[in-house]
């Protein structure tokens, strides 16, 4: 039989639709006309991958999976994990010059010990691990903290590489030495040098699976939240949405991050602007 090739698998109109309404109703990702393009590229390798010869049988296969490991596959290959450690670097300078050194200290005015931040699609694990640093660097030699980052993800595949949290050479290239030799531990692995996160930043992390469009089993106040490159996947009323549910998450005075490509302009919504994508619960 002849090789199925990427090039050679054809995506209608009809079919592109039905993965549209699929995906959109699933997780709320919308896949206007301009990306048709692109799903039918990308999915075509999982077709190739799964022996499918059409896309009708693929779709078929996903909706009978009922673990959502199907579905899980077919939004990893239609999003793009691009990540990396300190990335948007504003944000981690905001984080310990502003906003940690004011509200540490309130906190412990209050005698609350308790640091609370969420990394709203987390990808490979850079971002919260990032935060955790960012965290314990800041709480250094200041007494006990109860200090937690929630990272969530829709991608089970990139939660697993997260909670593994070994990276390469490269990957961890925008750590400063003197925090990549406190909190990455260097291994070799079949020849190759590695870097492991270390216990301390296992601890302050707690991986979960999570649709960001269904029920969140997570309780406040948080002090902050990262949601930065997921708003881009949704329309208008489903990022207005959202932005409701952080706020009612967030403490008083806490900040929303978001990417540097998303605004919340033309959405309707109660955080004060306090500089291209940090806004304030105030």
């Known amino acids: 039989m002849k090789t199925l090739q990427v090039k050679d698998v054809v995506l209608s109109e009809s079919e592109f639709r039905k993965i549209s309404d699929l995906v959109y109703n699933h997780c ?33 296969h996903v909706m009978k999976d009922n673990t959502g490991t199907e579905f899980s596959l077919l939004i990893d290959s239609i999003s793009t ?48 691990y990032s935060i955790a640093i960012t965290l314990l660097e800041a709480i250094a030699g200041q007494g006990r903290w109860d200090v937690k980052v929630l990272a969530t993800d829709i991608s089970m595949s990139m939660l697993e590489t997260a909670r593994t949290g070994i990276y390469n050479k490269e990957r961890i290239g925008p750590v400063p030495l003197l925090q990549r030799n406190k909190y990455l531990m260097l291994r070799h692995q079949q020849g190759q040098k590695i870097f492991e996160v270390s ?30 490159n997921v708003m881009i996947y949704f329309d208008k009323s489903t990022q207005q949405h959202l932005i409701g549910r952080f706020w009612d998450l ?18 309707k919504h109660k955080f004060s602007y306090i500089q291209p994508t940090i806004y304030m619960k105030a």
């Open 199 to 228: 216990n301390s930043l296992r601890d302050a992390v707690i991986f979960k699976y999570l649709n960001l469009q269904q029920n969140w089993p997570i309780t406040g106040p948080l002090d902050f939240i990262f949601c930065r």
């Open 28 to 60: 709320g990702i919308n896949l206007h006309d301009g990306k048709k393009e692109l799903v039918r590229a990308r999915l075509a390798k999982r077709l190739r991958q799964g022996n499918f010869r059409t896309f009708p049988q693929y779709i078929k």
């Open 250 to 267: 967030l403490d008083s005075g806490g900040i929303l991050f978001t990417g540097h490509s998303e605004s919340l302009t033309g959405i």
């Open 81 to 128: 994990n691009l990540t990396s450690f300190f990335r948007e670097g504003q944000h981690f300078e905001f984080l310990r010059e502003k906003f940690l050194p004011q509200v540490l200290e309130r906190k412990r005015k209050n005698r609350d010990f308790r640091m609370r931040a969420w990394s709203a699609g987390c990808s490979s694990g850079e971002e919260p």
